[in-house]
């Protein structure tokens, strides 16, 4: 049975920084494509960073592009987002998911496998 589990969101002030954990159990995250997804009340969930290992690529959006960066210990077989200048607008649940892919990337493709999530709240 594959578990990821996030941990490390919480309350920050605007221009301080979270560093988000995913934790496997079940499959060797580091074998597949993995994302951060986030999702804010009343909006959809999207990506807003990725990590394929077996190209050594990342995948950022724009808004997030230079203050998130993707990571990894594959020892831990963990994942982590670390969220530098954080913004109101970066509040959200932010979800880690693990792909079904594990060389060709296909961001657009959905993740096989979810965590529960954890709330990142920014106040201004």
């Known amino acids: 049975q594959v578990q990821l589990i996030e941990s490390g969101g919480g309350l920050v002030q605007a221009g301080g920084s979270l560093r988000l954990s995913c934790a496997a159990s079940?499959?060797?995250?580091?074998?597949?494509?993995v994302g951060w997804f986030r999702q804010a009340p009343g909006k959809e969930r999207e990506l807003v960073a990725g990590i394929n290992w077996n190209r050594g690529s990342t995948y950022y959006i724009d808004s997030t592009k230079g203050r998130f960066t993707i990571s990894s210990d594959n020892a831990k077989n963990t994942v982590y987002l670390q969220m530098n200048d954080l913004k109101p607008e970066d509040t959200a649940v932010y979800y880690c998911?693990?792909?079904?892919?594990?060389?060709?990337?296909?961001?657009?493709?959905?993740?096989?496998?979810w965590g529960q999530g954890t709330q990142v709240t920014v106040s201004s």
């Open positions: 079940g499959r060797t995250l580091s074998s597949y494509g």
């Open positions: 998911a693990s792909y079904a892919w594990r060389v060709t990337t296909n961001w657009s493709s959905n993740p096989t496998y």
